[in-house]
């Protein structure tokens, strides 16, 4: 082997190693690795250009890319998700960043009567590419508005897709899909593990960002979760699996569509399904997949579909947060609640 | 007194009521190059906008439309703006703007579409470079800056698409109502910020359904431009020509990449809101035929015969015209069918999704169990 060839092989084997990086750094690379091969892909959104967004998930884009494509907004985003609409529709590929999740709402017309619709609206005539960042969920010790899970009132929109990446890999690979979709995409972004770090294989693309993953293999009940609870989902399996209990763990990772068939199959394997999450429960997510899975597995289940969430209430001062949230001690309370039941009818 | 110079300024006009012209500093020139043909043009466009909304109020009269929205009185306000255009400037519209969505070559049968229940958008807006309707108000003036973005974004990249011109503009439609949305302030913020080529063009027909200009605004809508650092002009409405002229001199700036600029055409709203309104409950009567009295077409019919360019015959013409394209139009509606539930399936996305998919199965087999039992009973 030539020297260059070793060169050219060392350099193979550095580009397919897995490199390790924290969550955002993952969302950032995918970010750019979209500007550099697609032209008609731009970044819009508050405080994104030279500061790099609050979370800094956009950090060094603005100076790589120019001002042109990585586009500091007017603090409105209603306007930036109007603007994205307009863009999408003369050809181009908008990446739009709500800067938290509690402000998102003054877009939620633009999103649910606007973006969602157009495509439906117009035949198929018009499509909008469009992509929302939004970094969402709690625990991270801040003020009203900077903690809030609104993924089921998107999710109750048709014409929106909704996923919501767990890890640096996925985040990496998903946020690539989402912009490649021709479809609108809303990328839930889970804030509290931007830090998290893990393995990203720039070179093996992560499983279709539209299905559920199983994360670990297990035979007593499935734990189905998504976004930042996957850690603490993960965790709880493995305290479970020491009292004897094998939990299967399952990232459901996009909400629309919800790939209900990967997370029924398990259930009727296991026979008892817990649904976690960090929006409240009464009329969140977890109550679609509860009933789909009841349709599909009534018959193989022991117990009803449990749900984990947060309270019937406006998200506490972060104070309160550590006992509002799903934590490792809640998910392991419904895996036991699960088992009260009886198996063969009547309790 | 600092409401002095808030005082509603007097509108530019060229053409009086009784059909006289006015010679204007700056206005003028826009008008003088324009050969009789094109100024008979105008005339007929009005006309054919004005039997196409009339035969549209009868048949939704008559039962063969869920909804229509007049633009009864409208016509020169709307006429002399896209007229003024190039064919590669995109225009968002509000759902009022027939006479321009006729000039850019809609069908009859696509404008129906929507008011006839049949689909949400009867034409293909790449095809004729005029959006869809937009219902939820003012939110297509957003769209409009988004694609205002797209143009400068082309021209900084340089890759300009097929079709496309170095010098386009885009043209956001609202009403005097839409004026008060959250959407209009962003869109103007955005567009002012950006530098971009936007003419906004306020139809202020003095009604939102049953309220009053002065809710919406105790200042001239021209006047707000100047809040967002750019310029604004009212027009008379009711005149082609100086609706035409305005334009035509604002739309210069854009091209030539002065930023976003604004026109408001003083009209009025001689119909209904929609067939579902009653203006007898809010306005008088009189106010009704004061209006009346400042008819668009009739004052440029008046001057276009003073000046010779229009003769009985060509009146005559397009009289015939505009009948025949209101019977093209009920045939049209009459055979207009809704768009099939699977077409709808199949538009929710671009792209498959699963739920859409077991439900678009799911109704199939429903209803083909329906079918079967049909086959049964007749046995």
């Known amino acids: 082997m030539s020297a260059e060839a070793a060169v050219d092989a060392q350099e193979k084997e550095a580009v397919s190693t897995p490199t390790t990086m924290p969550l955002a750094k993952a969302i950032n690379r995918a970010l750019a690795d979209e500007l550099a091969a ?33 586009i500091d907004s007017p603090l409105a985003e209603s306007g930036i998700i109007g ?27 633009q999103i649910t009567t606007q973006l969602a619709k157009v495509h439906n609206r117009t035949n198929g005539a018009v499509t909008v590419p469009v992509t929302i960042r939004m970094p969402y969920g709690g625990h991270i010790g801040s003020i009203e508005h900077h903690s809030e899970s609104p993924e089921a009132l998107f999710a109750h929109t048709a014409g929106l897709r909704i996923i919501a990446p767990s890890n640096p890999h996925d985040a990496y690979w998903m946020t690539r899909q989402a912009i490649k979709s021709t479809d609108p995409v809303i990328v839930l972004e889970p804030k509290r593990r931007y830090w998290l770090k893990g393995a990203v294989d720039l070179d093996t693309p992560a499983p279709d960002a539209f299905t559920a ?20 989902a993960l965790a709880a399996a493995e305290v479970a699996a020491g009292q004897g209990r094998s939990v299967e763990v399952i990232d459901v990772r996009s909400i629309s569509p919800l790939d209900d068939e990967t997370i029924a199959r398990s259930a009727a394997k296991t ?34 579909v449990l749900r984990v969430g947060g309270f019937h209430m406006p998200y506490p001062p972060s104070g309160q947060e550590q006992r509002y949230l ?22 | 007194m600092r409401g002095a110079d808030l005082a509603d300024p007097v509108p530019v006009q060229l053409l009086a009521e009784d059909g006289t012209f006015t010679e204007h500093p700056t206005f003028s020139r826009y008008i003088e190059g324009l050969d009789d043909e094109t100024l008979r043009e105008l005339y007929r466009h009005m006309v054919l906008e004005r039997r196409f909304d009339t035969e549209a109020t009868s048949l939704q009269r008559q039962g063969m439309l869920a909804l229509w929205v007049p633009a009864l009185g409208q016509e020169a306000a709307q006429t002399g703006v896209i007229a003024a255009l190039q064919p590669t400037d995109r225009v968002f519209p509000t759902y009022r703007e027939h006479a321009m969505a006729l000039y850019r070559g809609v069908k009859p049968e696509e404008l129906m579409g929507m008011f006839r229940a049949a689909t949400h958008t009867g034409w293909d807006p790449h095809k004729y470079n005029f959006n869809g309707y937009s219902v939820v108000l003012a939110s297509q003036v957003m769209h409009a800056v988004g694609w205002a973005m797209g143009i400068k974004q082309d021209l ?40 971009l080529p936007v003419l906004y063009f306020i139809q202020n027909n003095q009604w939102a359904i049953s309220v009053p200009q002065h809710t919406q605004s105790r200042v001239p809508l021209a006047h707000r431009a100047a809040g967002y650092g750019f310029e604004g002009l009212r027009v008379d409405g009711n005149d082609v020509l100086a609706t035409y002229a305005v334009t035509q001199y604002m739309a210069e700036q854009i091209r030539a990449g002065a ?18 309104d009653d203006p007898t409950k809010y306005r008088t009567q009189e106010e009704l035929e004061a209006w009346k009295r400042r008819d668009p077409i009739l004052r440029y019919r008046t001057w276009l015969e003073a000046q010779s360019i229009l003769t009985a015959e060509a009146t005559e013409q397009v009289d015939q015209e505009a009948a025949a394209l209101a019977k093209d139009l009920r045939a049209a509606v009459h055979s207009l069918e809704p768009i099939p539930l699977e077409r709808i399936f199949d ?14 199965a799911w109704l199939k087999d429903y209803e083909a169990g329906f079918a079967e039992e049909g086959q049964v009973s007749d046995k």
């Open chain 1, 213 to 232: 993953q199983v994360l670990r293999k297990g035979t007593d009940v499935t734990l189905a979760t998504y976004g930042p609870l996957v850690p603490v």
């Open chain 1, 271 to 304: 026979q008892r399904l817990v649904v976690a999450h960090e929006a409240p429960t009464f009329g969140g997510f977890g109550a679609e997949i509860a009933a789909r899975v009841s349709e599909r597995a009534y018959h193989r289940l022991a117990a009803p």
């Open chain 1, 326 to 347: 799903p934590d490792i001690d809640r998910m392991l309370e419904a895996v036991e609640r699960s088992f009260v039941y009886a198996r063969e009818g009547g309790h």
């Open chain 1, 83 to 109: 603007s994205c609409i307009g863009l999408a529709m003369r050809g181009y590929r908008p990446v739009a960043e709500i800067q938290f999740d509690g402000f998102v709402f003054p877009a939620f017309n």
């Open chain 1, 38 to 70: 697609d032209p008609k892909t731009v970044l819009i959104g508050e405080d994104i250009g030279a500061l790099g967004g609050v979370f800094r998930v956009t950090d060094k884009l603005q100076s790589q890319f120019g001002t042109d494509r990585v």
């Open chain 2, 156 to 195: 900084a990249t340089g890759a300009l698409d097929e079709g496309r011109a170095e010098d386009e503009l885009v043209v956001a439609c609202l009403g005097d109502g839409a004026t008060s949305q959250g959407d209009a302030h962003e869109s103007m913020v955005f567009a002012s910020s950006y530098e």
């Open chain 2, 347 to 360: 538009t929710v996305y671009a792209e498959p999704h699963r739920q859409v998919e077991v439900e678009k």
């Open chain 2, 259 to 276: 930023g976003p600029k604004l026109v408001e055409a003083v009209t009025y709203r001689i119909g209904a809101h929609t067939t579902a």
